[in-house]
């Protein structure tokens, strides 16, 4: 018996070291060939550890490298990534987590049809409704802006939000409620005083999935932002599609590890929170 779980342990060590490598080997390309200058990435395997290494690609993917016609690096669709960023993951939790208290709590007639309503929102490809949310949007003068954005990652982060609060709550006991409308609290005294300060695993987790989702989108930000406000992913496209002379696969690394730091540094500073929310019910129906 003991022998058959130290197998299983070693089995299971063994997976997931390969998976480790599988994920860690492109990071480690990546960031070995930004090292590098093009002589020495023409001439050396793309595995072999840079023999001068430079942060000169770096600067160039930052502050020099083209992305069409525009030659201004990464850093204006970083901060224009920042401004899309920051106002989608803070609306679209806030309304998630309102939407799905009240679901839970203060249930009125029809709410089961509503949440059923907003699952289909969450499930249905939100790539069915880019055609009229766009024609939409340019009547209404929406088209090609930061708001527009935003506004488009809002309605689409709202449904898959929802359901992750909702199914939160549904775990919460009803009597912690009826204690507090016994002392006179209504719902958005319930709301700022009970519910959010326990929500903080669950809010850790959204705003997680909600950042890197939208920090990582490329489709919107390439339809609905326009010249001039387009996000650090639809800038990375760009440059590396972008054709002149031969192709700095030293620059393009080094663009690809500045897009993905944001998402990475988030993981890494709250990984226990999101692992810890996980376990506490996020996922559960």
């Not at 020099?64 to 525009?70: D, K, V």
């Not at 909600?210 to 496209?237: C, E, H, K, R, S």
């Not at 709250?270 to 996980?278: E, K, L, N, P």
């Amino acid at each position: 018996m003991e022998q058959a779980s130290n197998t299983g342990r070693w089995g299971l060590w063994i997976f997931v070291l390969l998976s480790a490598l599988f994920f860690l080997l492109p990071l480690y390309v990546m960031g070995v060939t930004s090292l590098k200058d093009m002589a020495e990435v023409r001439n050396s395997s793309i595995f072999a550890l840079p023999q001068h290494p430079s942060f000169a690609a770096w600067d160039q993917a930052w502050n020099h490298a083209c992305s069409g016609l525009h030659c201004e690096g990464l850093r204006t669709g970083f901060w224009n990534s920042v401004i899309i960023t920051v106002p989608s993951v803070f609306f679209s939790v806030l309304l998630g987590a309102i939407n799905g208290y009240a679901l839970a709590f203060w249930r009125i007639r029809g709410a089961e049809v509503l949440f059923a309503i907003m699952l289909i929102g969450a499930f249905i490809p939100y790539q069915l409704f880019i055609y009229p949310l766009a024609m939409s949007f340019a009547s209404l003068g929406l088209g090609k802006s930061l708001f527009g954005v935003v506004l488009v990652h809002v309605i689409f982060g709202m449904p898959v939000t929802t359901l992750i609060f909702r199914n939160f709550y549904s775990g919460v006991p009803d009597v912690l409620l009826d204690a507090a409308k016994i002392d006179g609290a209504g719902f958005w005294q319930i709301f700022g005083r009970i519910i959010l300060p326990m929500s903080v695993p669950i809010l850790v987790v959204t705003v997680i999935l909600q950042a890197t989702g939208i920090w990582n989108d490329y489709l919107f930000g390439l339809i609905f932002a326009g010249q001039g406000n387009q996000p650090m992913t639809v800038q990375l496209i760009g440059l590396v599609n972008t054709r002149m002379g031969e192709h700095p696969y030293n620059v393009h690394m080094a663009a690809t590890i500045l897009t993905a730091l944001v998402p990475l540094a988030i993981y890494l500073l709250s990984g226990r929170w999101f692992v810890r929310g996980i376990a506490a019910g996020a996922v559960k129906g």
